[in-house]
Nanobody, 123 residues
Framework: QVQLVESGGGLVQAGGSLRLSCATS????????GGWFRQAPGKEREFVAA????????YYADSVKGRFTISRDNAKNTVYLQMNTLKPGDSAVYYCAADPDPRTVVAGSASYWGQGTQVTVSS
């Protein structure tokens, strides 16, 4: 079993930055791909970013390219999402996900999910 716990969400003004963390525990999660999704009220969950187990490959939604950076520290079993130049449209609950296959993460079908952390960007 794999457990994912997100942290780092909060309220920030437009143009500001936040860094989300996803701490993982359980099985050998360092060999899992990780990712971030978000869901705003009344909208479907959408893909934000993903990273391979080695960190050598990263994937981003077009809406966040150039502003968000996904990274990981396998020694700490943690995946990060650095969010810069935040916009009100980035407001959502952010969820981390993990799966052995990065394609499954990108597709939104990851085996493991966290409970989410709220990000609110004020204008």
């Amino acid at each position: 079993q794999v457990q994912l716990v997100e942290s780092g969400g909060g309220l920030v003004q437009a143009g500001g930055s936040l860094r989300l963390s996803c701490a993982t525990s359980g099985r050998t999660v360092s060999s899992y791909a990780g990712g971030w999704f978000r869901q705003a009220p009344g909208k479907e969950r959408e893909f934000v970013a993903a990273i391979s187990w080695s960190g050598g490959n990263t994937y981003y939604a077009d809406s966040v390219k150039g502003r968000f950076t996904i990274s990981r520290d396998n020694a700490k079993n943690t995946v990060y999402l650095q969010m810069n130049t935040l916009k009100p449209g980035d407001s959502a609950v952010y969820y981390c996900a993990a799966d052995p296959d990065p394609r499954t993460v990108v597709a939104g079908s990851a085996s493991y999910w966290g409970q989410g952390t709220q990000v609110t960007v004020s204008s």
